[in-house]
């Protein structure tokens, strides 16, 4: 397993969002996490991340206990994460957002995004919202992990757009990369999960793998 998650509890303060949750990923499969607005995703992605410490709970990585690690630790340790918001960096032109990637082969993506990567000079700042999304998307899938976390990649983007990132997910898949896609966006969940996860304010409601997933189990547990 890429990822393992046992007895994770997380919050805010005194608030805790989530109580218990156990999950796991392997190399090389989509965990598709599916639920309503503020059933927690963004926080159960911070808790993965290491933006957020866990109240309870142990998280392991690669075979390591990355718990107590820091964002920018568990970044080195091959974890990449595309938040919801502030996912490019505003000040930045679309050309430093990439370069901050190091050397990269921006192709087959600058095939798929021309309109992103066709604007080298363009302030990240003064991009629509879903142009920065995928820019945002962009960075992710490019970093050099073992692990994507995506939150919420296909909000705001046209349809096209979206099928050009599952692709891109589907792609990464192949190479052996992990992908964790925190979506309300249930067409592109069922097209991309190995395993799903259904989220409600009790916490997980669905979890099926393929060739279980049902559309429409996951619709009636989630009530989305
Ligand atoms: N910084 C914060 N401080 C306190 N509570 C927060 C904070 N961020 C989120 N919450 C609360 O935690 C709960 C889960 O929010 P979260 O943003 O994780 O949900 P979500 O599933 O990502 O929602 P959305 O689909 O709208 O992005 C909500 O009740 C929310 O109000
Ligand atoms: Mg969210």
């Not at 393992?4 to 598709?32: C, I, K, M, N, W």
């Not at 990585?61 to 505003?90: H, S, Y």
């Not at 997910?169 to 969940?189: D, F, K, P, V, W």
Request: a neutral charge; hydrophobic letters at 45%.
């Amino acid at each position: 397993m890429i990822l393992q998650a046992e007895g994770l509890s997380g919050g805010y303060g005194d608030t805790l969002v989530h109580r218990g949750l156990s999950f796991e990923l392997a190399p090389g499969q989509v965990l598709g996490i599916i639920g309503r607005n503020g059933t927690g995703k963004t926080t159960l992605a911070r808790l993965i991340s290491g933006e957020l410490r866990a109240a309870e709970g142990q998280i392991r990585f690669n075979g390591r206990d990355v718990t107590r690690l820091p964002a920018w630790e568990r970044a080195r340790a091959g974890i990449a994460m595309m938040p919801q918001t502030d996912m490019v960096f505003d000040a930045l032109t679309v050309a430093e957002n990439l370069a901050l990637l190091g050397p990269v082969t921006l192709e087959p993506l600058a095939t798929r995004f021309p309109r992103i990567t066709g604007r080298p000079g363009q302030l990240a700042g003064s991009m629509s919202g879903g142009e920065r999304k995928i820019l945002g998307f962009i960075r992710a899938m490019l970093s050099p992990a073992r692990m994507v976390v995506l939150d919420e990649p296909s909000e705001g983007v046209q349809a096209e757009n979206i099928t050009h990132m599952q692709t891109t997910i589907a792609e990464a898949r192949a190479r052996g990369i992990a992908c964790i896609l925190l979506e309300q966006n249930i067409t592109m969940i069922e097209a991309l999960a190995d395993s799903v996860i259904g989220l409600d304010s009790a916490g997980i409601v669905y979890r099926a793998a393929r060739p279980q997933i049902s559309r429409a189990a996951m619709l009636d547990a989630i009530s989305l």
